[in-house]
């Protein structure tokens, strides 16, 4: 896995990353996603929610799979005392708007500003949770070549939430 990172990190400093764009149902990628991740950490209480029962998205499904993986294992690994995270699903402006959200430990003000750095990991982690500090910069390279944005809100003890948002949505 730390391999396969360290190529995508290199493929996209390159910028030799190709996408493989295909439309697809956004709404049935969540709900397989969130299976595995369930099925992997039974602890834990995942939540989704969408206005919609569809939604169409021409987009690499490979790679916005890596990313929703990505944020939903963060939500888990960072949250060892509350299992509870919110996933929900939303159609803004012709955009498709994600949001991950767990009651764990937190990011601070100044950890934001850098926390989609290329192996950044914030401040006094590295010694409780293990981690490459490259899955949120590859996470944000992928929103990024797809035209999209991706961000965190968060406070120390109260939980992080990591949206993204990407255009291309489909009937």
């Known amino acids: 896995n730390l ?20 439309r697809f149902d956004v709404i049935e990628l969540y709900n397989d996603v969130i299976k595995g991740v369930q099925f992997t950490n039974p602890g834990y209480d ?6 919609q029962q569809h ?10 799979e890596q990313v929703i993986i ?8 960072y949250s060892p005392e509350n299992k509870t995270i919110e996933v929900a699903v939303t ?10 959200s767990d009651r764990g430990i937190g990011i601070s003000a100044e950890d934001k500003e850098k926390i989609f750095n290329r192996f950044f990991r914030a401040g006094g982690i590295a010694a409780t949770y293990s981690g490459s500090g490259i899955g949120l910069y590859i996470s ?3 929103i990024n ?20 948002s990407m255009p291309g949505v489909s009937e």
């Open 46 to 51: 995942i939540s989704f929610a969408s206005h």
């Open 91 to 100: 159609i803004e402006n012709g955009e498709i708007v994600s949001r991950i």
């Open 140 to 142: 944000e390279q992928i």
């Open 70 to 77: 990505n944020l939903l294992g963060n939500a888990v690994k």
């Open 3 to 22: 391999i396969s990172h360290l190529l995508d990190a290199s493929k996209m400093q390159s910028g030799t990353l190709e996408l493989q764009p295909a």
């Open 55 to 64: 939604i169409y998205i021409t987009a690499d499904r490979e790679r916005l």
């Open 145 to 164: 070549r797809h035209n999209g944005k991706i961000w965190v809100e968060s406070e120390i003890n109260n939980g992080s939430s990591f949206y993204f």
